[in-house]
């Protein structure tokens, strides 16, 4: 069975830094896409960044280039994200994804979401 569990998240000021994580188990997890989506109130979800099998190649939405940075760790089957110089319009729930296509999807397995505010 397949399970996928993120952390991190929280509360921050603008100009801030959080990291969020995702852990997968019961699947090979260096045979993944890895993405994170994201999806603000009254929003539809949208793509923020992928990053292939090896990690060798990351994909980021425009909204995110030079702040975000996304990596992988296959030894310890876990994605991270690191979020610099947060912005208010980055608040939004932050779901990790699972993929067995390529980067544009479709994605496999889902994480539970978690909370990022950004306050001005």
């Known amino acids: 069975q397949v399970h996928v569990v993120q952390s991190g998240g929280g509360l921050v000021q603008a100009g801030g830094s959080l990291r969020l994580s995702c852990a997968a188990s019961?699947?090979?997890?260096?045979?993944?896409?890895m993405g994170w989506f994201r999806q603000a109130p009254g929003k539809e979800r949208e793509f923020v960044v992928a990053?292939?099998?090896?990690?060798?190649?990351?994909y980021y939405a425009d909204s995110v280039k030079g702040r975000f940075t996304i990596s992988r760790d296959n030894t310890k089957k876990t994605m991270y994200l690191q979020m610099n110089s947060l912005k208010p319009e980055d608040t939004a729930v932050y779901y990790c994804?699972?993929?067995?296509?390529?980067?544009?999807?479709?994605?496999?397995?889902w994480g539970q979401g978690t909370q990022v505010t950004v306050s001005s």
């Open positions: 994804a699972v993929g067995s296509s390529d980067y544009t999807g479709p994605y496999d397995y």
């Open positions: 019961g699947l090979t997890f260096s045979h993944y896409i």
């Open positions: 990053i292939s099998r090896t990690g060798i190649s990351t």
